[in-house]
């Protein structure tokens, strides 16, 4: 078998539609085609909005379809970190918000019957002992936010969760969970069709004009709109150059091995798996016990190479189990970074509105977002604005010198995860 995309091959509604031919003229004009973009086409067109979505490949193509399927609340950056730059009460009002994102995202896939496999649970565990004192002061915090719930595994419990001596502790979360990211982002896109939206694939936008008419030109034809709404993420490149810049694209693989029956064994609980290392390893079972291994990161953005090979290792590092196993799928995708691992929301003149940079943390608060900038269309910014106000430095180096400046400057993390 090809190595390519397990999502893809599992895909339970069609990815393409129509291409733009010809002019049109809407009120709300989407540039991307995957959660934010569909979730905001969604909600738009639920208001009322003409909206119509342009996508350069398909529904899903970016991060949306190629994640670890991991719904979590939070942000990249913990809380800690968020008080820090935000205050205590910005902080809380930030959770809170996250923790709705993941209300919202299990409420549509009931509400559309989204076949995405949706699970709760989720271990957040710890290879080191300094990371079991970061999960006990985790729990504190949440306990604090008011989240109840969560617990600390240990020795004999920990085992009886996840049978790999290389866990030491793992943090119970039972907000969180798993989904097939692929198949929630293709519901989410149907539900907008059926909402009234348009969603052209395989529409590139070549140039956009601002003004009180924003103008989109692609290949096939214009649109016209009222609103603009970007949505490209980690796939936007320089189309955008006013905020190209705070965000860096980095490549992040995931290997799926074949049906195995000791797989519920390994995840007895079918909770989502994550390790607390910078450069982490994230893991589940699928719908049908495969293991859906990820991790490692490409700044450059190519895939490393012997890319199954690689990844299997690394699964067997935390199972040995899994020796026999073998890859029947190998893929990867860029997530869109920020200097601060906080999402970078706000405006280009009083029509243009940008959501981007989740950073590796999307899942949920995608979904949601899409939801926050329909509200903000409509003139109802305030939930929008909170995330506005994050603050966000652009990658220094400028294009050419941005990403090595960033592989030195992430060398001492990784270097501290094996410490």
């Known amino acids: 078998m090809a190595l390519s995309n397990y999502y893809e091959a599992t895909a339970r509604l069609p990815a393409t539609t129509a291409s733009l031919k010809g002019d049109i003229r809407c009120d709300v004009a989407v540039l991307g085609a995957g959660m934010t973009g569909c979730s905001a086409a969604l909600h738009l067109a639920e208001r009322g909005y003409r909206v119509a979505v342009l996508e350069a490949e398909r529904i899903g193509f970016g991060a949306s379809g190629r994640n670890g399927g991991q719904a979590l609340p939070g942000f990249a950056a913990d809380q800690v970190k968020v008080r820090r730059i935000m205050g205590e009460a910005v902080a809380k009002r930030l959770w809170d918000l996250s923790m709705e994102a993941v209300d919202l995202l299990h409420a549509q896939i009931t509400r559309f019957a989204i076949p995405c496999d949706p699970k709760r649970g989720y271990l957040h565990v710890a290879v080191k002992d300094r990371q079991v004192r970061e999960l006990e002061a985790w729990i504190d915090e949440l306990e604090a936010l008011g989240t109840p719930g969560f617990a600390l595994l240990r020795g004999a419990e920990l085992q009886s969760r996840l049978p790999s001596p290389r866990y030491k502790a793992a943090l119970y979360d039972p907000v969180a969970g798993h989904i097939h990211p692929l198949n929630y982002t293709l519901g989410l896109g149907h539900a907008a069709i059926a909402a009234g939206a348009q969603i052209f694939t395989g529409t590139r936008v070549q140039k956009i004009e601002p003004g009180n008419g924003v103008r989109l030109k692609t290949p096939g034809g214009t649109v016209t709109a009222d609103f603009l709404l970007i949505c490209g993420n980690a796939y936007l490149g320089d189309l955008v150059r006013p905020i190209a810049g705070y965000v860096m694209p980095v490549g992040t693989y995931i290997v799926a091995t074949e049906p195995r029956d000791d797989i519920p064994l390994l995840i007895p609980g079918n909770e989502a798996v994550a390790d607390l290392n910078f450069v982490l390893d994230y893991f589940r079972r699928s719908a049908d016990n495969r293991m859906l291994f990820g991790g490692r990161v490409s700044y450059s953005t190519l895939p490393p190479p012997n890319l ?38 706000g405006r280009l003149g009083g029509n243009i509105l940008f959501a981007q940079g989740f950073s590796g943390h999307g899942v949920a608060l995608t979904g949601f977002t899409g939801k926050l900038l329909a509200e903000a269309v409509a003139g109802q910014a305030e939930r929008f604005d909170v995330f506005t ?10 294009s050419l010198l941005r990403m090595p400046t960033l592989v030195l400057a992430t060398s001492w993390f990784r270097l501290r995860d094996m410490l």
């Open 308 to 345: 199954a090979a690689s990844m299997l290792a690394r699964a067997r590092r935390a199972f040995p189990q899994l020796a026999d196993a073998r890859a029947d799928y190998a893929w990867g995708g860029n997530v869109a970074i920020t200097h601060n691992r906080l999402p970078h929301f």
């Open 389 to 398: 106000r994050i603050p966000h430095a652009r990658f220094p180096g400028g």
